[in-house]
């Protein structure tokens, strides 16, 4: 797991009863499976999993925190939106566009490691893994 729930909580101030929670607990250990996934998804953007080895972790925490930080307030965003009325036209409906560009230009800072297997599910190369060159 990448970034930490303590760091979530700071950024977006959230509390237990923000999302329906009835402890810290419970809180935390939803966000920790929040950020589970989303180093899950940084390993398989970037293809690698050695940053501590490259000294990037710490980086990298700071943008799985503003990640989760941005799911965060989508959900909220989400659940508190009002409904859209017929002849309304200044409701936004949230986008779901989480990560933002900054987060992801943040991360495109970092290598892809690049390798056979990655290339045929990139779609580069039409082949199966046995025959590629």
């Given at each position: 797991?990448?970034g930490?729930?303590?760091?979530v909580?700071t950024?977006?101030?959230?509390?237990?009863?923000?999302?329906?929670?009835e402890?810290?607990?419970e809180?935390?250990?939803w966000l920790?499976?929040?950020l589970?996934?989303i180093?899950?998804l940084?390993d398989?953007?970037?293809?690698r999993s050695d940053?501590?080895?490259q000294?990037?972790?710490?980086?990298?925490d700071?943008?799985a925190?503003?990640?989760?930080a941005?799911?965060?307030?989508?959900?909220?965003?989400t659940r508190d939106?009002p409904?859209v009325k017929?002849?309304?036209?200044?409701v936004?409906?949230?986008?779901d566009?989480?990560?933002?560009k900054?987060?992801?230009r943040?991360?495109?800072?970092f290598?892809?490691?690049?390798?056979?297997?990655?290339?045929?599910?990139?779609?580069v190369?039409?082949?199966p893994?046995?025959?590629?060159?």
């Amino acid at each position: 797991m990448y970034g930490s729930v303590a760091n979530v909580v700071t950024m977006t101030g959230l509390r237990p009863s923000d999302l329906k929670f009835e402890t810290t607990e419970e809180l935390n250990a939803w966000l920790a499976g929040r950020l589970t996934e989303i180093a899950i998804l940084i390993d398989k953007d970037r293809n690698r999993s050695d940053w501590d080895e490259q000294g990037w972790l710490p980086a990298i925490d700071m943008i799985a925190d503003r990640w989760c930080a941005e799911f965060v307030r989508f959900i909220m965003a989400t659940r508190d939106a009002p409904i859209v009325k017929v002849d309304d036209l200044t409701v936004e409906v949230p986008s779901d566009s989480v990560p933002g560009k900054g987060v992801l230009r943040d991360l495109r800072r970092f290598p892809r490691t690049i390798d056979k297997q990655f290339v045929l599910e990139m779609g580069v190369v039409r082949a199966p893994p046995e025959t590629a060159t």
